[in-house]
Every structure is written in C-alpha cells, then in structure tokens.
C-alpha cells in the first residue's frame, strides 16, 4: 500500500508541474483576445463622376453611290471591304449610246452655229440695204427675227450637247469620299437604272468614327454644364472590362429628350487613327460628367453604417481603433469620397471591423513588422 500511495503522488506532481509549464509557456489571455484587422491609408486623387451606358459606332461619313444614267455595268475597279480614294474609279457602264447622243448632239450644234452664222449675214445686209432705203424695213425686221431665231437654236442645241457630255461622264464613277467600300449590290454586267432606289456600293469613312449613346434625362444638367464647361466633354469607350478605354470627345447633344424613351441622344467623335472602332460596333460607354479634384477617398470595404450614420474605425499608431463618424460625398464603384472625417494618411480599417468596439487594441496582419 505505501508503494501504491507513493507512486500515485510522483504522478500527480508531475502532471501538476506539466501543466504549470505549459500554462507559463502559452501567451497571455490579453493578447488571444486581441482580434486581427487589415488597414488601408486614406489617399488624395482626383475623381470623375462617370454616367455608364452603351453606344454603338457610326461612320463619321457614309455614301451610298448609285448609278446616274441607264446600263449595263460593263467594268468593277475596287475590292469590295477594301480602302478607296476619293476620286478613285469605281465602275463604268456601257457608255456606247452615250458616246453616239454626244456626237448627234454635236453635229446638231455644229449645223445650228452654221445656220446662226448666215442668218447673221442676212441680217447685216437688210439693215445695211434698209437705211440705205433701197430694201423695205420689213425685209430687215424679218432677217432679224431670223438670227434670233438662229441663235435660240444654238444656245439649245449646246446645252443638248452638255447634257449628252454629262451624261457620258456619268458612265464612269468614281468615289466621291475616301473611305472603306462595302458589299457591291449588283454583279457586273447587271443592269442600272438612274432612278433606282437601291444602291450599287456603300461607302463608309471611319476617321474619325463616331459612337451614338443616350443618357437618362434626369442627368440632362449634368450633361448641359459639362458640354458648356471650359473643359472637353470626354467620353471613354471599351468592348469589354479587360479591353483598354479608348477617349473621345462629345460633339453632339440632341436638342430634346426622346419622350418614348426618357434620354437624350449624344455622340462622341473619335479620332480612330488605327481603325480600332469599326462602325456597327457596340461599346461600353463611361461619360465622365464632372472630376471632384483632390477628392479624399478610402476603400468602400471600410465604410461601416450605424444609428449615428456612416462611420469608419481609424487605426492608431497605439494599435488601438477609434470610431471615427464620417459625412460621405458620393460612393464611386469600390472608392468612397469622404466630405468630413478623414485626412489623407489616416488609416482604416478594411478587414475584421465587425467586431470591434472604440478604443479597442487590435493586432495588424497585414504588416509583418506590426505586433
């Protein structure tokens, strides 16, 4: 019995001195309570207002060409989809009728001027032969009615022969812009009539290019003082979040708001040296309607919301927090625009703020260096 008794004693002073050095060696009960946060530093920037919405982009230019005279398309001179010069040879048609009116009309001139020459002629000699009294006015008044007559017939017959000259050019035509061609409409050899509705080619001039979007109209003075501002009126574009924003600058405001719809239409003109925007496109717009210069700002990760109203815990160079009481601007995506409340510098908490309290001890994890 005494060596039970002395081994159950040698077993309980050593668990007891176990856990004596365990109790020793584990960190104070304050510091597991200390809970952790991440922080973020209040900055300074300058801040758009923007007003998103969708556009879609047009040709700063677009021409449909069609035929002038009756024909047969006889000759395709360009690539359909590819680039054309203004001036540039587009198709010819068959010009043969045409070239054969030109020379009627000419020969008609021609026998026109001969005859306006000898009713001239007529005309001198009666007015010579009439004031001489040796012919009767009569036969004067006649040869001059005459040579009016003949110079009628002239001035007609010439403007015939214009009309046949236009008529020939028309059978070659050309560009009238520089631009990119479209589908051709009719395969040579078909035939084209002057007063045809449909078009042969389209021509589209895509720099600069334009993108039509619409605003709500309750944004309308906004709108209105940005247009009217000293600063341009910029636009940014982009096909997709990933895609880099392309800027432009709005040139147009309808002059009312569309009543089905509630908007207002605007356009933006784009330089589009590179041809990055291609008409037809659809585009992610950003109008940037206002900049709030040297606005201060903190994440909206660190916005808290209370009784009192909106609040943020500011981190103290004591490890510690305090409930800082905040008037908010406007909140912008993930960035919050403080009126009053914060300086730049300070540091908020973005992270474990659910349960914290003011003045509480806390323990920085996002700083190596930090206790």
Sequence with gaps: MKSLRLAFWMAFLSLTTSGCSRRADSPPASALVTPPVRVAKVTRMDVPLVAETVGTAQPSVKVQVRARVDGQIKKVHFKEGGEVKEGQLLFEIDSESFEAALKEAEATLAASI???KLTQIEKDRSEKLAKAGASPVEIFEKAKSSNENAISAVARDRAKRDVA??????????????GVAGKLETDGGSLTRGYDTRPVISINQPKPVYVEFALPERLLPQVRKAAAGPEPFL???RKSDQAAPIRGKVGFIDNQVDQSTGTIL????FPNADVAIWPGEFFEVSAILSVDKGAVIMPLAALGQGAAGPHAFVFGEDNKVRLRPLKVRRIDREMVLIAEGLAEGDQVVTEGAVRLLDGMAVRRIDNPGAP
């Design 165 to 178: 000259r236009l008529q020939l050019g028309y059978c070659k035509v050309t560009a009238p812009i520089s």
């Design 235 to 237: 636009v940014d574009i």
């Design 114 to 116: 001969s005859q306006e």
């Design 266 to 269: 605007m356009r933006a003109e």
